[in-house]
């Protein structure tokens, strides 16, 4: 299906969207994905007013958008976000009812996110660097590894902020702008020293980017994306890794080897350990295709 035009979004819409980022701080993905979530209630809305919608209306639209192929997960984000406005238009603006409260997304299948495997992982960071972006590539991508740093927070590194290669740590800022301090591995330090010894020859001048791109300025998200991706190919994986899979294989793999859940949370920045119990899952697979393997009479 095509991707509709975007809509212009009403006065109080877009009073809403500024509230958020001035007073909530709130992420430019955050805000962006709310604006892509109201825009697609306009459209269901077909015309009347955000105000004069009942919740049989809302209904009518997550029963839309179910029908259009969108999962629980994604209906629910566009519900939090459908809610946050009228909750603030009744706070700002008199309206009398949030035609959003008690409304629930469609329930749909959980999915485990996918990490590599240790040996995969290794596979993957120890191919051997032969160009002055491939040291940053790896730079990058045993930093994301070591640290479970989300794409975001890797993207936004500046030389001389962040991180500190003395104490071996590296300082983030993370959702809603909560700041957190993770440890670098010894590996990752190398790495990164690797690449900051060759840096000044393709970045710009005053560029602060830790990560940049041949043309000198700061590596984006996208590129960073693209650069692992194709790395993932010429290693000969045969899996597609995004960024996200190293973060959740930092994730499954310490909690392999330490067990201890609350540790991974303050490590990854989840501010609730119900985000983190995933990886418990991910544990328990593991140890359930080792137990496959190994037990005598575990086969029938």
């Not at 995004?242 to 392999?256: G, I, K, N, T, Y």
Request: hydrophobic share 45%; proline share 4%.
């Amino acid at each position: 299906m095509p991707a509709a035009a975007a809509l212009p979004l009403p006065a109080e819409v877009e009073a809403w969207l500024g509230w958020l980022a001035s007073q909530r701080r709130a992420a430019p993905t955050t805000l962006q994905a709310y604006r892509r979530d109201l825009e697609a209630l306009l459209r269901l809305a077909e015309g009347r007013a955000l105000a004069t919608l009942t919740a049989s209306d809302i209904r009518r639209c997550v029963g839309r958008l179910h029908g259009e192929g969108l999962g629980g997960r994604s209906i629910a984000r566009h519900l939090s976000a459908w809610r946050g406005l009228y909750r603030w238009l009744a706070r700002h603006h008199g309206l009398q009812a949030n035609p959003v409260d008690g409304i629930r997304a469609p329930k749909s299948a959980v999915t485990l996110p996918r990490a590599l495997s240790p040996e995969q992982a290794k596979a993957l960071l120890d191919a051997e660097a032969e160009s002055l972006l491939e040291i940053r590539d790896v730079a990058m991508f045993e930093l994301f590894y070591s640290s479970g740093l989300r794409l975001a927070e890797l993207a936004a590194l500046d030389v001389g902020g962040g991180l500190d290669m003395v104490e071996a740590l590296v300082l983030v800022t993370g959702k809603r702008q909560r700041q957190r301090s993770v440890p670098v591995g010894g590996q990752a330090l190398q790495a990164v020293r690797a690449w900051l010894a060759l840096r000044a020859q393709v970045a710009a001048q005053q560029e602060a980017a830790l990560f940049v791109s041949r043309t000198g300025t700061r590596l984006s998200p996208a590129g960073i994306r693209s650069r692992l991706a194709q790395r993932a190919r010429q290693t000969g994986l045969g899996v597609h890794v995004h960024p996200h899979m190293l973060r959740h294989s930092f994730a499954s793999h310490l909690l392999q080897s330490s067990g201890d859940l609350r540790a991974v949370q303050e490590l990854l920045g989840h501010a609730s350990i119900r985000s983190t119990q995933v990886y418990t899952h991910l544990d328990f697979q593991h140890l359930a295709h080792v137990y496959d393997k190994a037990h005598p009479r575990a086969r029938k």
